[in-house]
């Protein structure tokens, strides 16, 4: 019993040290969590500045609120710039990334400003009138300058005048003296045309009034040469009846045969020669100027062609672009010149080639009449 006793008590004793100890344990739990700090949430890194790239590293430049680029600082505002105004000539100087002006091979590069509807400047961050947009190569954003060497606007890439005209106006002085050249040529081609068909037209129309009234007449070859030669002194048919009638009227009587007759044909036939060849010369008057209108025009052309090309390329090395559109427009004026040429050479060569069969045309004409007249003449002296 009283080891019972003894048990049951030590086991009561046990049970509330363990108790009081596990409330104790908690007790300092709770006192514990209320004394600490409260964790806080980790704070917001902040990146590390930019460090500018190695000696011969390249990285695309960061513009600013104005435009221009931004100094490789990792700075997002650009330094205070010099204060700029507009100048005499109504442009500023353009400034770098670093407020400094910025010269090309000595030059100031100088644009115009920005202007608001109301005509006030626009002016940016750092207060300077803003300059306008520049041209810039597509491919490696470098200005685009001039012949002046300026910088050329952007709103001058519309300003190409691509008709004739402008393509004229625009083109070298060189260039400029071709054209006018070879349209003088083509004028001058063109003047021949106009003054030779009506000529031909007119001579045709007299030398078939001539022929008629010389077939149905029975008057000497004397008296015909009079009457016609008052109607129309100029037609070539007109002065070889006329060179005949007067080697006939010089010789006399030459009778019904003998060599005097003989002689006197040989001489007719002579001076009819030389009356044809002095008419076939007048005929051929201005085929000299076709001829060589339609023979050097293209080459002539193909200079100034080569001459506007040439500064195109010229062009293109001092502005250092490639950009088709920049040298494009010298191109187009430089091959207008050809287009000139051609229009000049082609019609001088078809005029050339028709008034060549005209002519040939006519002269046989005159060769047939020729042998008319001789028949003529011999019936003549038959019947004297």
Not at 114 to 139: F, K, M, S, T
Request: no cysteine; proline share 8%.
């Amino acid at each position: 019993m009283l080891q019972f006793g003894v048990s049951n008590s030590l086991k009561r004793t046990a049970m509330a040290a363990l108790l009081f100890s596990g409330l104790a344990i908690a007790g300092a739990t709770s006192a514990f969590a209320q004394t600490a700090p409260a964790t806080e949430p980790p704070a917001a890194t902040t990146p590390p500045a930019t460090t500018p790239p190695a000696d011969g590293a390249t990285t695309a430049p960061v513009l600013g609120p104005d435009g221009l680029p931004l100094p490789p600082d990792g700075t997002t505002t650009a330094p205070a710039a010099p204060t700029i105004e507009v100048g005499a000539d109504g442009k500023i100087p353009l400034l770098d990334g670093s407020g400094a002006p910025v010269t090309i091979n000595g030059v100031e590069l100088r644009v115009p400003p920005q202007y608001a509807p109301n005509g006030d400047l626009i002016r940016g961050p750092d207060g300077n009138p803003r300059p306008v947009e520049l041209q810039r190569d597509p491919v490696t954003n470098n200005i685009i300058l001039g012949e002046d060497g300026q910088p050329l606007l952007k709103a001058d890439e519309k300003a190409h005048d691509l008709t004739p005209l402008g393509m004229f106006m625009q083109a070298h002085i060189i260039v400029k003296a071709v054209m006018i050249g070879l349209i003088i040529a083509s004028m001058v081609s063109w003047a021949i045309l106009i003054a030779k068909f009506m000529y031909f037209g007119a001579l045709n129309r007299r030398t078939d009034a001539f022929l008629r009234e010389f077939r149905s007449s029975n008057a000497s070859l004397q008296d015909m040469a009079k009457n016609l030669r008052r109607a129309d002194k100029s037609n070539p048919m007109v002065q070889m009846l006329e060179a005949a009638a007067n080697e006939i009227a010089a010789t006399g009587n030459v009778g019904a045969g003998g060599d005097k007759r003989e002689h006197l044909t040989s001489r007719i036939s002579a001076v009819m020669a030389i009356a044809q060849t002095s008419n076939s010369a007048m005929l051929g008057s201005g085929m000299g100027t076709l001829a060589t209108t339609g023979s050097i025009s293209p080459f002539v052309g193909l200079f100034g062609t080569v001459w506007g090309i040439m500064n195109s390329f010229i062009g293109i090395a001092e502005t250092n672009t490639t950009n088709l559109a920049v040298v494009a427009p010298g191109i187009a004026e430089a091959l207008f010149a050809t287009a000139i040429g051609l229009f000049a050479a082609i019609p001088a060569v078809i005029f050339y080639n028709i008034f060549g069969r005209k002519i040939a045309a006519y002269n046989s004409r005159l060769e047939n009449f020729s042998g008319e007249l001789l028949v003529r003449v011999s019936r003549q002296l038959d019947q004297a």
